[in-house]
């Protein structure tokens, strides 16, 4: 079946340093793909999209590939600040109707 | 302000009690959805509705059930079935379900915990 491997977290950072959190999933055809990040206590907010093959997401410093080849979708920041600590989760579009699959997340700790 | 609220944000109920869990969208949404967050997991889905009137089964839907009689209300009722429903619980919503190119929008979330 579908399914949504990340890399395991707590993922610990200095600010300034650079973050790179892996996804790969497994899919029939071509999934819309969604990173969602998650601040304490809070519900799920959209981070970035990407739709088709080789298209770039993007936004607040973090950028995602679409990599069909791959199958990944591995999201990145060049240079972290301590309010990005939050849990971070990939998720492909594996239904018609739109069902997201959520992978188990990956906890993010920047400290200063 | 659009958006979509949950109440109460912490629930608490004794064993064998059922408990119901409000979610309220004022994005004039056609689909809504359930899920359930344990600690270390991802998202599961509990139930969805692409429509009024209409809702079908997620991946772990037993012990609970929903209703969706209004376009912006989408309550879940966590039943004495369900075996552990100490949980995070988060209603989500997006504008077309058909669109699998819209994301979905979340509520804070309600965390229940069974005593």
């Known amino acids: 079946g579908d399914s949504v491997t990340q890399m395991e977290g707590p993922v610990t950072l200095s600010e300034e340093a650079f973050l790179t959190i892996n996804c790969t999933y497994t899919a029939t055809g071509y999934p819309s793909l969604f990173w969602y990040v998650q601040y304490p206590g809070e519900g799920l907010q959209l981070l970035l999209k990407a739709t088709k093959a080789d298209d770039k997401g993007s936004n607040k410093g973090f950028e995602a590939t679409y990599r069909k080849e791959t199958t990944s979708f591995h999201l990145e920041k060049g240079s972290v600040q301590v309010s990005d600590s939050a849990v971070y989760f990939c998720?492909?579009?594996?239904?018609?109707?739109?069902?997201?699959?959520f992978g188990a997340g990956t906890q993010v700790v920047v400290t200063p | 302000d659009g958006g979509i609220t949950q109440s109460p944000k912490y629930l608490f109920r004794k064993e064998g009690q059922n408990v119901t869990l409000s979610c309220e969208q004022n994005l004039n949404h056609d689909a809504m959805y359930w899920y359930r967050q344990d600690p270390g997991q991802g998202l599961r889905l509990i139930y969805y509705s692409q429509i009024v009137n209409d809702f079908q089964k997620g991946d772990i839907a037993e012990g609970y059930s929903v209703s969706r009689e209004k376009k912006e209300s989408f309550p879940l009722t966590v039943t004495s079935a369900q075996k552990n429903p100490t949980a995070f619980y988060l209603c989500?919503?997006?504008?077309?379900?058909?669109?699998?190119?819209?994301?979905?929008?979340f509520g804070p979330g309600t965390r229940l915990t069974v005593l």
């Open positions: 989500a919503s997006s504008p077309d379900p058909a669109d699998r190119d819209n994301e979905q929008f």
């Open positions: 998720a492909p579009v594996t239904d018609s109707w739109g069902k997201l699959q």
